[in-house]
């Protein structure tokens, strides 16, 4: 239940109430999870982060700067962004709610049926976060999306600022199935390569939040498509469902998730191999 | 915290808790139609407003966000009592019926239009995608997005509505917006939740965490000691009187077997304690310091589990019969538990809870043995239904209050006589001192059938003296409320290499729960709605209902019939293919047709012999013939993508209109003062438009505009008795009801200005606009200056007529749905292309509300086969007791390509030729979904939810 409301000025202020409420406050973005019912957030001091100024898309030359702020519904919109993340961001199939949730909520909040998180995974984006050091000094800092995933309980103090997308040709590309379109996805993957000078698959990144059992990646598999070890999508499908980890729950049993897990990613690899789809 | 924001154009000011909801400090303003259908779920959209011109949920918003936030609300849309174009597109759509919603759609349509004048499908159906529409379907939002936009460039539409019937009638059978349209998508006043006054206390329940257990001790002793709390009511002070919540006839075929707290728990949800305080804080403060210890008893989820030789027994108390109890009674009684309470039968129904049975029925013609001899092909199948939730959008809810002696009751039912009696019966007071009024049903589809909050919530006022207001959780609508029977239905079924069926045996077992609210009707409708569809002389049913420990069950649209009807044609479709006759072949072969004598309804009354019928009008033929066209039925589509298979299927349906022989409707109409009328309707309207149908049989019968005719109903104080909404007994029913009042004032009139005029009766007429008129000399008499001068010093009284509708005659409606499918093979999606509702409905007498009820109940059928279930754990507790995780279907899983199709039937019976419409169009998706997904990828599935995995899994994939 929250008990308290702030409206930050800007970042600094926001991470310095964070810091001032001692562990209990959280940042308040879109609130599509903070404020509904069974949110996995439970806090009673929220932050508004809403007029930090971080909702704009800006076309910086070699990168896109999304600021943490911006709903699902701009991302949508918006012409500067590559095709995945549009894709992406309908996954969240209600308008209403893609007007209010925002990609920086959606990556701190690092869900198992996280709509985002596989794609920007794969396509391997780059994080702004704001913070303080231990003598109070604000910072600012860039990560690779990855380590702030794996490492999420290190950033709890840090406030995501921008998402940054580099505009190189990198091939990504993304799916998700769940029983309705609102329902909770039993798995979502994500998959991104670039191509070497060969034309041969580089820099693979390949991603699956399943329901249950947290977002995963499969750098084994990423090694041997890059290293030429698999003669088929048909390797790699028999690859991913063998490595997914899964539980049986109201998304599926895990045998499910774990063969939707291997067909997606092997259809996505076909098409990667075949040229077609999921370039920006 | 200030808050300073701009509402609809006004600037306001709020000292106001930041940290609560934008919602709640919209309500705190008046804007009580920024409704909460989810409890923050930021699923259904009943919460829509428009914040700086972006659609948001306002339940997932705190207030202190939008200071300095210019805020619209759907009841900023009207101009006074003048409504919007959208919202006036809506109504005469005919997308307003139970309407929760509607106020929402209406504003999140008026932006998209203030956006985009001119919106594609794709992007109203991305503007509609986070509101969810239970009643009416989507497809008719597209057609009011039309409406609007030819009203703003033209001033007026050129859109066909719906098709028009009887050309010869002027207001029955043509497209009439809705009697009550306006006040619903305005957003005014309309349910219980708005009529509540400041003041009102606040009623929360203590649940039972267990399946299965004796109550062995309850301490209420803190509890009491809580600030604010004026009463508790436990299986220890409750009235000793055992009742069912069913609101069914009376006697009712439903055993009495719950009070309104029991010594035992039968599902996890099942009341333990009532909690009556000042306020909800308070109320849930003191529930808190309730003590329940229990001893805990092996549960029974199943059917299966509770057929067992030793299976734990759910109800194990005394059986008593009010009639035709049997000889050994005192024998059967000798194991009773007395803290398992009664099981009180009102006449026999073949009930043994000793083997957890709580009902049954079995009957026969023909020789089904001979039948199966003589066929070419015998197969036999089982098809399992699931635990399927109504959801009406607007929660199971109740206010009662005091008025001197007297308690009164603001109700969202469809049964306000039976709602009278049952809370009569639990306060042991007479019905004299009950006053039911229906408000507005914002969502019923049968689970508002049954007394589910009302018997306790009047109780506690009546004991109080104090107003109470009472609204169930969304998860309590899931975990203590009716829900669809799981069914396991086992069909056998013979045929010749011609196509023909010699024989069909249907066994039916139902899962009624942890009380028998509709136990024995359900499950023999399963059967009733289904076997008289084929012409067959050997058929035999076997249907048995057990007591076990889920959620309850009870009615819901289309009652037993859809589980019927997917046994029954996925089993035909399934004989067909082991005969290798063309499915459709079969179908037309084997259909009834007008004059077929229905002697298989003998053995399916409602705990008594059935009516033996012929079959009345009957578009089953045309249906099957248009359907088979539209759906282009035995082409062969083939999809790009190689993944992807294509199949189609069809099912025939049926229902009834109401139950002939034991419904009963009432109407009375007044001619007022200056020539207009006034309805008292005991029909209970709960959204479908009921009222509108009795406003247009009195304006046909009396030649008026339908301005000229108001309705009052549902309300016991003024209205007569009416059975209620239920059974698909409105239109028929208390539509004729309606019609015989009319025709008796009609009768009336013409005899008070034969009087009047000094002339015969036979030489007068009633004519537009409202007149009597001479055809012998030409005299004209108002209304008005008949009812004036019937009215004076002098004159012999008001002019009224009444009508009292009972009929053994019944008025089948009959259609078939078709679908087509795409399956992909490689992962086990389903996509519904097209989706054709074909219906005999009579005379549809709205025709454009008609078709929105078939779009409305075809997705939710769509629903029930492709995604929606509930799901227990292992401890019988819900474990998806929300929208989300339930998976109701949006916009976005509409078919493609899907039309209803009203198909021009005149029926004998029904008023103007009409049939019920509604409830039949819950019964053929799943069959012709699961044909279609054999014909696509060749495998039967043959339960609920077909969901992917169960494809993979029957494809081999996994």
């Not at chain 1, 007029?51 to 943490?68: L, V």
């Not at chain 2, 006074?80 to 139970?98: I, P, W």
């Not at chain 2, 009463?231 to 009070?259: K, L, W």
């Not at chain 2, 107003?467 to 010749?496: D, L, Q, W």
Request: hydrophobic residues 40%; charged residues 25%; aromatic residues 8%.
């Amino acid at each position: 239940m929250i008990q308290s409301f702030y409206i930050a000025k800007d970042a600094e202020d926001a991470i310095r109430r964070k810091r001032e409420l001692d562990g209990r406050g959280v940042f308040l973005a879109g609130g599509t999870e903070i404020n509904r019912l069974g949110s996995s957030v439970d806090s009673d001091e929220v932050i508004s982060i809403r007029k930090i100024g971080c909702d704009r898309i800006d076309d910086q030359s070699e990168t896109i700067r999304i600021g943490c702020c911006v709903t699902f519904q701009q991302l949508v919109e918006s012409p500067l962004l590559p095709a995945w993340l549009r894709d992406a961001s309908k996954y969240c199939d209600s308008r209403t709610k893609r007007n209010m949730a925002t990609i920086g909520g959606n990556i701190a909040l690092g869900r198992d049926d996280s709509y985002l998180m596989p794609a920007l995974l794969a396509a391997k984006v780059r994080l702004l976060t704001a913070g303080l050091t231990e003598e109070g000094v604000y910072t600012e800092d860039e990560l690779p999306i990855r380590e702030y995933h794996a490492f999420k309980d290190h950033f709890a103090g840090t406030l995501i600022l921008a998402i940054l997308i580099d505009k190189h040709e990198r091939f990504v590309m993304t799916r998700r199935f769940s029983r309705t379109a609102q329902s909770h996805a039993s798995v979502t993957v994500g998959f991104g390569a670039d191509r070497d000078e060969a034309g041969n698959p580089a820099n693979v990144r390949i991603f699956a939040a399943v329901k249950g059992s947290g977002i995963q990646r499969y750098a084994d598999i990423e090694n041997a498509i890059e290293g030429d070890a698999y003669n088929s999508p048909e390797d790699v499908q028999f690859a991913v469902s063998s490595m997914t980890k899964a539980v049986d729950d109201l998304s599926g049993s895990a045998t499910y998730k774990r063969y939707l897990a291997g067909v997606a990613v092997s259809d996505i690899y076909r098409m990667f191999l075949s040229g077609t789809g999921g370039a920006k | 915290m200030k808050i300073n924001c701009v509402i609809n154009g006004r600037t306001k000011e709020f000292e106001f808790d930041p940290a609560r909801s934008l919602r709640e400090l919209l309500v705190s303003d008046g804007h009580f139609c920024v409704r909460d259908s989810d409890d923050r779920e930021g699923f259904a959209g009943s919460d829509t407003v428009v914040v700086d011109g972006i659609p948001v949920y306002a339940n997932l918003m705190l207030a202190g966000e939008v200071d300095g936030c210019e805020i619209r609300t759907p009841d900023g849309l009207a101009d006074g009592r003048r409504l919007s174009v959208v919202q006036q597109a809506m109504v005469d759509a005919g997308v307003v019926q139970s309407a929760y919603n509607a106020p929402a759609a209406a504003l999140l349509l008026t932006w998209l239009l203030e956006n985009n004048p001119d919106p594609s499908k794709e992007e109203i159906k991305d503007a509609l995608s986070g509101i969810f529409i239970r009643d009416a379907g989507y497809e008719h939002y597209y057609l009011a997005v039309k409406l609007a936009r030819e009203k703003i460039a033209s001033g007026g539409y050129t859109s066909e509505i719906a098709p028009e019937f009887r050309e010869e009638l002027s207001v029955v059978g043509k497209v009439k917006p809705k009697v009550d349209g306006r006040q619903l998508v305005a957003g005014w006043k309309s349910y219980v939740e708005d009529r509540v006054e400041p003041g009102a206390c606040a009623l929360v329940l203590l649940r039972s965490p267990h399946p299965h257990a004796y109550i062995t001790k309850i301490d209420i002793s803190e509890a009491e000691k809580m600030p604010g709390v004026l009463t508790i009511i436990t299986c220890e002070n409750c009235p000793d009187v055992f009742y069912m919540q069913a609101g069914q006839g009376n006697p009712e075929p439903s055993p009495h077997d719950r009070r309104l707290f029991n010594r035992k728990v039968r599902h996890v949800g099942d009341r333990v304690a009532a909690v009556v305080a000042e306020t909800e804080e308070q109320a849930k403060a003191a529930r808190d310091k309730i003590r329940v210890e229990y001893e805990l008893l092996k549960p029974v989820f199943t059917v299966e589990e509770a057929m067992a030789s030793d299976a734990p027994l759910v109800h194990n108390g005394v059986v008593e019969y009010r009639a035709g109890a049997p000889e050994n009674l005192d024998e059967y009684n000798k194991t009773a538990d007395p803290r398992d309470g009664k099981v009180i039968y009102q006449f026999p129904l073949h009930g043994d809870i000793r083997h957890n049975i709580a009902a049954a029925a079995h009957g026969k013609i023909g020789d089904v043995e001979k039948g199966f001899a003589d066929a070419d092909v015998v197969i036999e199948r089982t098809y399992q239904t699931s635990q399927i939730q109504c959801t009406p959008l607007e929660p199971h809810v109740c206010y009662a209050k005091m008025d001197n002696d007297r308690l009164v009751i603001h109700a969202s039912t469809q049964v306000p006589w039976h709602l009278r009696r049952i809370v009569a019966w639990v306060c042991q007071i007479p019905e004299n001192k009950i006053h039911v009024i229906k408000e507005k049903v914002g969502g019923g589809y049968g689970s508002k059938q049954d007394v589910l909050v009302e018997d306790l919530v009047g109780y506690a006022t009546w004991i109080t003296g104090r107003p109470i207001y009472y609204r169930n959780t969304r998860e309590e609508e899931f975990i203590a409320n009716s829900t669809r029977h799981p069914m396991r239905v086992t069909v056998k079924m013979g045929g010749r290499k011609d196509g023909s069926i010699t024989a069909i045996y249907m066994d039916v077992r139902a899962n009624t729960g942890p009380y028998g609210n509709h136990c024995l009707t359900v499950p023999m409708n399963a059967c009733s709605k289904t076997l008289p569809l084929i012409k067959c002389d050997n058929m035999k049913f076997d249907v048995i209902t057990y007591y076990t420990n889920i959620p309850p069950t009870g009615a819901y649209q289309g009652y037993g019939a859809p589980k019927g009807t997917f046994g029954l044609m996925m089993c035909m479709a399934e004989l067909a293919d082991k005969l290798g006759v063309d499915y459709m072949d079969m179908a037309k072969k084997n259909r009834v047709e007008e004059g077929y004598m229905l002697e298989i309804l003998k053995g399916l009354g409602e705990g008594r012999e059935g009516n033996v019928v012929p079959v009345g009008s009957c578009g089953l033929g045309e249906a099957l013939d248009k359907g088979a066209a539209m759906i282009e039925w035995g082409k062969r589509e083939v999809s790009v993508d190689p993944d992807w298979k294509i199949g189609k299927g069809f099912a025939m349906i049926q229902q009834g209109s109401g139950l002939p022989g034991l419904d009963h409707a009432n109407c009375d109409v007044k001619l007022l003062t200056d020539g207009t009328f006034m309805i008292h309707s005991g029909g209970a309207d709960l959204g479908t438009g009921l009222d509108t149908i009795s406003v247009k049989m009195v304006a046909e019968v009396m030649c008026v505009d339908m301005d000229r005719v108001s309705i009052l109903s549902g309300d016991t104080d003024n209205c007569n008795f009416d059975t209620g909404a239920y059974a698909s007994s409105g239109t028929y029913f208390s539509g004729n009801a309606s019609l015989k009042a009319a025709l008796d004032l009609k009768t009336n009139v013409l005899d008070e200005a034969a009087y009047q005029l000094g002339e015969d009766v036979e030489d007068l007429e009633l004519r537009y606009p409202g007149e009597v008129h001479s055809l012998k000399t030409g005299n004209v008499l108002t209304y008005a200056k008949l009812s004036h001068d019937a009215l004076t010093g002098t004159g012999r009284g008001q002019v009224t007529g009444k009508g009292s509708f009972v009929t053994n005659d019944s008025a089948i409606p009959y259609g078939a749905h078709f679908a087509q499918v795409a399956v992909n093979v490689r992962t086990g999606e389903v996509k519904v292309q097209k989706f054709y509702a074909l219906q005999d409905a009579g005379t549809p007498i709205n025709p454009e509300l008609a078709l929105c009820q078939m779009y409305g109940a075809a997705l939710k059928s769509i629903g029930h086969s492709l995604y929606e279930g509930m799901v227990l754990d292992a401890d019988g507790t819900c474990l998806n007791p929300n929208f989300t995780d339930y998976g109701v279907p949006m916009i976005s899983e509409m078919p493609d390509d899907f039309k209803a199709v009203l198909l021009d039937i005149n029926d004998a019976y029904g008023p103007f030729g009409a049939k019920s419409i509604s409830e039949i169009a819950t019964n053929g998706a799943a069959p012709a979904i699961g044909v279609a997904i054999h014909d696509a990828v060749g495998i039967w599935i043959r339960s609920w939810p077909f969901t992917p995995e169960k494809i993979l899994k029957e494809l081999g994939r996994m």
